[in-house]
């Protein structure tokens, strides 16, 4: 077979590093994006944090010379280059001029940096139970086992791991042989620590561990006792004449053994310490204000940092400039240091482009969903999905999506995550289109005002909406009241 040689003519879609570098910032939350900032300006030291003197040297004309930049970091400047280096879109005039940032005393903080540094100050779940284990009187090998037993508790109070794989690990990692008997009997002195629960296999050992703490409950604690024990199935599943024909116990005797049972904690390590707090905490990137009746729309001042190019590497290049004599060495220095300013560029222009790109996506949300952010009624909400977002703004849908699915806006009626807005339509009698949204949300209503004795089944809430104009099957009520995490009509049963 001979070889032969053809030239072919290819058209290929290739994301420039500049693009790529702005659909990860847009994916970053508000909260995270200080750290990413902090990261780049680690690496680059032509970056810098400060006064924004970047808008005198970042010209239209300098964009479109880093738009058409090599795309590769790695690129290396021919040698004739060395001879013609320009550095003039890199030093301009009044450049020379003191920067306020230089009159300043850095000795001193300005009057207004009172910052609040937050300390923690929380103990967490496991340091707790760790405390607890030093109040029993246990030699060091049993000590050990005890701190298996505790390392094994998850974060909702439980340990999940069994009594056989708690012996291997002692085993393998720490060269301890313990018997089934002895894990058993220290797991049941964890048991008797604080939060009352802990240290349970599975949820019916959990409320039972705190209804045996009950001492001075009664009748009803013990009766609550003797339910869970024997009725456990039946209870969750809410089978009530089961249970009161076992026990042989009227209405009101279940109503006080459910009031009893209520009150206990299903997960007691839940609320202890500082466990996944961080997780609890949202930052909104935008705030909608209504303004005696105008929607005004703002970015969190996070998405906005104060960067611009160092001082000290354009000054650099202007003693280049005025030098007479330039050496090999002193030019690559220079290759090098506008390479770094061109890196500092794009991240200053990628931040920049991130800001236009949510202000333009969230202002466009805004006006499309005007009436919701007015009233906060669910209602009014209208059917929106990506694409109507991209065609009104001009981005692409992936790029909609990567917003919406990461940022928060806080309104006056709660902080909700954009991708909340996006719902597809459903038709009415009449023709007319209305969002899935709205009938979750009628749905919801109906099942709150509903008899608790007698709960609403998905065919009555099928009626109930077709009598309101919507065209809606039962299958479809079933999925959006799963969605709703709502459960079936009789697990929604109450005496």
């Given at each position: 077979m001979a070889l032969s040689q053809s030239l072919q003519q290819k058209l290929l879609q290739k994301l420039s590093p500049q693009q790529i570098q702005l659909m990860k910032l847009l994916q970053v939350p508000t909260a995270n994006l200080e750290q990413r900032i902090k990261e780049e300006l680690e690496e680059n030291p032509a970056l810098e944090e400060g006064d924004d003197k970047f808008e005198e040297t970042f010209t239209e004309e300098s964009q479109d010379e880093f738009s058409s930049d090599s795309d590769d970091d790695n690129y290396e400047e021919p040698e004739e280059s060395y001879d013609n280096i320009d550095i003039s879109e890199y030093v301009q005039d009044g450049d020379d001029e003191v920067a306020d940032y230089k009159l300043r005393d850095d000795n001193y903080p300005d009057a207004?940096?009172?910052?609040?540094?937050?300390?923690?100050?929380?103990?967490?779940?496991?340091?707790?139970?760790?405390?607890?284990?030093?109040?029993?009187?246990?030699?060091?090998?049993?000590?050990?086992?005890?701190?298996?037993?505790?390392?094994?508790?998850?974060?909702?109070?439980?340990?999940?791991?069994?009594?056989?794989?708690?012996?291997?690990?002692?085993?393998?990692?720490?060269?301890?042989?313990?018997?089934?008997?002895?894990?058993?009997?220290?797991?049941?002195?964890?048991q008797q620590f604080d939060p009352p629960g802990v240290a349970a296999r599975d949820l019916q050992e959990c409320l039972l561990l705190q209804l045996h703490r009950k001492t001075r409950g009664g009748k009803p604690v013990q009766k609550a006792i003797d339910v869970l024990t024997n009725y456990f199935d039946e209870f969750t599943k809410k089978h009530y004449d089961k249970i009161q024909k076992g026990l042989g116990i009227d209405d009101e005797g279940l109503k006080e053994v459910i009031q009893q049972i209520?009150?206990?904690?299903?997960?007691?390590?839940?609320?202890?310490?500082?466990?996944?707090?961080?997780?609890?905490?949202?930052?909104?990137?935008?705030?909608?204000?209504?303004?005696?009746?105008?929607?005004?729309?703002?970015?969190?001042?996070?998405?906005?940092?104060?960067?611009?190019?160092?001082e000290g590497y354009r000054d650099m290049l202007k003693d280049y400039e005025r030098g007479s004599k330039k050496d090999k060495r002193q030019k690559e220095a220079v290759l090098f240091i506008k390479?770094?300013?061109?890196?500092?560029?794009?991240?200053?222009?990628?931040?920049?482009?991130?800001?236009?790109?949510?202000?333009?996506?969230?202002?466009?949300?805004?006006?499309?969903?005007?009436?919701?952010?007015?009233?906060?009624?669910?209602?009014?909400?209208?059917?929106?999905?990506?694409?109507?977002?991209?065609?009104?703004?001009?981005?692409?849908?992936?790029t909609i999506s990567r917003v919406a699915n990461s940022k928060f806006v806080q309104t006056e009626f709660g902080t909700y995550r954009l991708k909340f807005f996006f719902s597809e339509s459903l038709s009415t009698e009449s023709g007319e289109e209305v969002s899935t949204r709205e009938v979750k949300k009628i749905l919801s209503d109906m099942v709150f005002g509903e008899a608790k004795k007698k709960p609403l089944s998905d065919e009555k809430l099928t009626e109930m909406l077709q009598e309101k104009g919507y065209n809606i099957a039962r299958r479809t009520v079933a999925k959006y009241r799963e969605q709703l995490n709502i459960p079936v009509a009789r697990l929604r049963k109450e005496l």
């Open positions: 207004d940096d009172n910052k609040v540094v937050p300390h923690r100050v929380e103990t967490s779940f496991h340091d707790m139970l760790t405390a607890q284990l030093g109040l029993l009187k246990l030699d060091d090998r049993t000590a050990r086992i005890a701190e298996q037993i505790v390392g094994s508790i998850d974060d909702d109070g439980y340990l999940r791991r069994e009594t056989t794989s708690i012996m291997d690990d002692l085993a393998f990692r720490q060269n301890i042989e313990a018997s089934e008997a002895e894990i058993e009997e220290l797991i049941r002195k964890i209520i009150k206990l904690n299903p997960k007691p390590g839940g609320n202890v310490g500082e466990v996944n707090k961080a997780e609890s905490y949202v930052v909104p990137d935008f705030f909608i204000l209504n303004n005696n009746g105008k929607l005004e729309l703002t970015l969190n001042s996070k998405n906005a940092p104060d960067l611009r190019i160092s390479q770094k300013i061109d890196a500092a560029k794009w991240f200053i222009d990628a931040i920049k482009q991130r800001q236009q790109t949510l202000m333009m996506t969230m202002q466009t949300i805004m006006d499309y969903q005007y009436e919701f952010f007015l009233t906060g009624d669910e209602t009014t909400l209208r059917p929106m999905i990506l694409k109507d977002i991209a065609e009104r703004t001009g981005l692409d849908i992936s």
